[in-house]
């Protein structure tokens, strides 16, 4: 496949052939991602086949749909041997990505707080909306299907890469959260969108790399038309998740992630810096980027994400505030779906050019350095109409 040029050193997590000292790159059991090079379906149904049956070699998940490959748990004797395979392009150590919530505090009286976020951002809903038409995968913790926010037959359990044997419902309550701020009756951005719960983080508002791309890898083989993705994790770069990304935006299919909450650049963080990913930092209601709030050349725009009422999975009529740019990617998410049901399956570049007019410019206090563009998303009715 010809040497690779890496912008930086390589990842630490990527292990290369011919490398030296093996037995320390391999403890006993180690969860990797296996990229095969370019293999037919066949092809690659064969391989996983034959390594199945070797000891030492656990599959979770093969994956044909984005990058070509799988992830498995392998000892290091055998991911030593696979190293001399001609098939296998590289091997990536997987890694442990998190949601992106930095605070969430409890209301006492949750009619007192105005939705500053839908003010903020022209987005207080109208009676007659209903932005249906869109599908949104919401990857992440799973949903409470059951949840007040959310009209029956609102949210459809699609895929749980961690458990193939339960559905995606939400054992954490963060996908809950991001999925009101996008669809929910009252504190969502665009009411009765279609969202499909995409369960990729566990309990903790944890999950592996592998598990991520398993997901997007179930979306690109069962999109629905007119389709949007959020993703609000982060962590360290991976290739195979970065490749995953790229095949998921060349097929049309707009990804909207958070940029963190290091209060850094977000140039270094995954999936921020993928891309053709929209990547969102947030804002408060007095319009100043909290410290927290990730920033840098890769940020797309700013929304609301500090103290912004939302639900919760504690019961169905459970809502927190929250804060993180957790919540800026759903509100961001929310707009290019009112944007989607006007003009349905839009080109990137079509939603690209409606965010660039929809935005107000110059209005956040500290944006955190001079390269991260001072823009806030705003919807505009008029800039639906190509």
Not at 259 to 282: C, E, K, L, M, Q
């Amino acid at each position: 496949s010809g040497s690779h040029h890496w912008y930086k050193s390589p990842p630490k997590n990527i292990i290369h052939k011919g490398s030296k000292n093996l037995k320390a790159q391999f403890p006993a059991f180690e969860k990797y991602i296996i990229v095969f090079n370019n293999l037919s379906e066949t092809q690659i149904n064969d391989k996983l086949t034959n390594l199945k049956k070797k000891n030492g070699f656990k599959l979770k998940h093969t994956l044909l749909h984005t990058i070509k490959g799988c992830a498995a748990t392998i000892d290091k004797q055998l991911a030593n041997d696979l190293l001399m395979d001609p098939d296998i392009q590289y091997i990536e150590k997987d890694s442990i990505y998190s949601d992106q919530l930095f605070d969430r505090k409890e209301m006492f009286d949750t009619n007192a707080i105005p939705l500053w976020h839908q003010t903020m951002t022209n987005t207080i809903p109208t009676t007659t909306d209903n932005f249906s038409s869109v599908n949104c995968y919401v990857v992440d913790t799973g949903i409470m299907a059951n949840h007040a926010e959310f009209s029956s037959n609102q949210v459809f359990m699609a895929y749980n890469s961690i458990s193939k044997s339960i559905n995606a419902q939400d054992d954490n309550g963060h996908g809950t959260c991001v999925a009101s701020l996008i669809g929910g009756n009252s504190v969502g951005i665009s009411n009765k969108t279609a969202l499909h719960s995409v369960k990729v983080l566990d309990s903790s508002g944890s999950g592996y790399v592998s598990d991520i791309i398993a997901g997007l890898n179930w979306i690109m083989r069962y999109k629905k038309p007119n389709c949007i993705i959020n993703m609000s994790f982060g962590g360290g770069y991976s290739r195979s998740l970065d490749t995953t990304i790229r095949q998921c935006i060349l097929a049309n299919i707009p990804i909207v992630c958070s940029s963190g909450n290091s209060g850094i650049d977000a140039s270094n963080s995954s999936p921020a810096n993928s891309s053709g990913v929209y990547t969102i930092s947030a804002y408060d209601s007095t319009k100043t980027r909290p410290t927290w709030s990730n920033f840098g050349p890769v940020i797309t725009t700013f929304a609301p994400g500090d103290a912004v009422k939302a639900a919760w999975n504690d019961s169905t009529s459970s809502y927190y505030l929250v804060s993180g740019t957790s919540f800026a990617c759903p509100i961001t998410v929310g707009i290019i779906v009112r944007f989607l049901a006007v003009f349905p399956n839009a080109t990137l570049l079509q939603i690209t050019n409606f965010l660039n007019k929809s935005e107000i410019n110059n209005e956040i206090i500290n944006v955190g350095s001079n390269n991260t563009p001072n823009k806030r998303i705003v919807f505009n009715q008029a800039n639906t109409i190509i």
